[in-house]
T-cell receptor, first 111, second 112 residues
């Protein structure tokens, strides 16, 4: 069945280092969405990418959608403690109202 | 603006007891509604979704059920809870077929 794989599961970084999470879909996606879930909180929508090869930036966050619309990445430059949380990607399942979710990448800032 | 309310925030229930979690959306009409469960440190598992009143699609066979008695109300129920039902339950809504999801604050359920 249709799957979205997300890696890594965890990433430990020193504050100020960069962070990247990757998503790969088994099928072409009409769009891909990114969410952030703070510890103890609920997922919050960050951005949606629709076009092949699209790149969008939100301050220190850079989101990319692959040319084949099957993969995507989120890169955070110079992480801060406020970036801590789990980042999820999600893409629509063909022909219905569901989103298929990646397993998430947990960003952990080393003390 | 649209808001989503989900309650209660936390719940501790004994095994075998019933469950009712409620979610309501304000500021929109005919939303698509979803119930997810998240085990500790894990991803989101879709349990049910609804595209209209009385329409429920189930993704995972289990002892949970969902109902949508009104356009902006979504209820998750169980007649008898199991230990394995513990988790973080999230209600969400979307406006369209491929649009972003907005989540409620979640209910942390512990079955003891």
């Amino acid at each position: 069945g249709q799957q979205v794989m997300q890696i890594p599961q965890y990433q430990h970084v020193q504050e100020g280092e960069d962070f990247t999470t990757y998503c790969n879909s088994s099928t072409t996606l009409s769009n891909i969405q990114w969410y952030k879930q703070r510890p103890g909180g609920h997922p919050v929508f960050l951005i949606q990418l629709v076009k092949s090869g699209e790149v969008k930036k939100q301050k220190r966050l850079t989101f990319q959608f692959g040319e084949a619309k099957k993969n995507s990445s989120l890169h955070i430059t110079a992480t801060q403690t406020t970036d801590v949380g789990t980042y999820f990607c999600a893409g629509p399942r063909d022909s219905n109202y569901q989103l298929i979710w990646g397993a998430g990448t947990k960003l952990i800032i080393k003390p | 603006s649209q808001t989503i309310h989900q309650w209660p925030a936390t719940l501790v229930q004994p095994v075998g007891s019933p469950l009712s979690l409620e979610c309501t959306v304000e500021g929109t009409s005919n939303p698509n509604l979803y119930w997810y469960r998240q085990a500790a440190g894990r991803g989101l598992q879709l349990l049910f979704y609804s595209v209209g009143i009385g329409q429920i699609s189930s993704e995972v066979p289990q002892n949970l059920s969902a109902s949508r008695p009104q356009d902006r109300q979504f209820i998750l129920s169980s007649k008898k809870l199991l230990l394995s039902d513990s988790g973080f339950y999230l209600c969400a809504w979307t406006e369209g077929m491929n649009t972003e999801a907005f989540f409620g604050q979640g209910t942390r359920l512990t079955v003891v």
